[in-house]
Nanobody, 124 residues
Framework: QVQLVESGGGLVQAGESLRLSCAAS????????MGWFRQAPGKEREFGAA????????YYANSVKGRFTISIDNAKKTVYLQMNSLKPEDTAVYYC?????????????????WGQGTQVTVSS
């Protein structure tokens, strides 16, 4: 079983930046994709960004493209999300997850158990 622990959230003003981290532990597959998701109050959880194990393939949702950057340290089994130019509509609980297949993760399929998430609040 895989355990995921997110950190780095907080309260910031619009236009500021945050960097989220997510460490995976337990029985991780030999290679996998990791990604970030978010769930705003009253809304469904949505995909944000994905990165392959090697870091060679990256994909962003349109809502974060150009502002967020995903990266991975596979030696540490840790994925990061650098969030710049934050907007109030980015307010949400942010979760990471992993899957064996890249586009399965993008489609939110074949995911592991969710962690507790980290709250990001952007004030206007």
């Amino acid at each position: 079983q895989v355990q995921l622990v997110e950190s780095g959230g907080g309260l910031v003003q619009a236009g500021e930046s945050l960097r989220l981290s997510c460490a995976a532990s337990g029985r991780t597959p030999g290679s996998y994709t990791m990604g970030w998701f978010r769930q705003a109050p009253g809304k469904e959880r949505e995909f944000g960004a994905a990165i392959s194990w090697s870091g060679g393939t990256i994909y962003y949702a349109n809502s974060v493209k150009g502002r967020f950057t995903i990266s991975i340290d596979n030696a540490k089994k840790t994925v990061y999300l650098q969030m710049n130019s934050l907007k109030p509509e980015d307010t949400a609980v942010y979760y990471c997850n992993l899957a064996r297949q890249f586009y399965a993760l993008v489609r939110m399929r074949g995911l592991s158990s969710w962690g507790q998430g980290t709250q990001v609040t952007v004030s206007s």
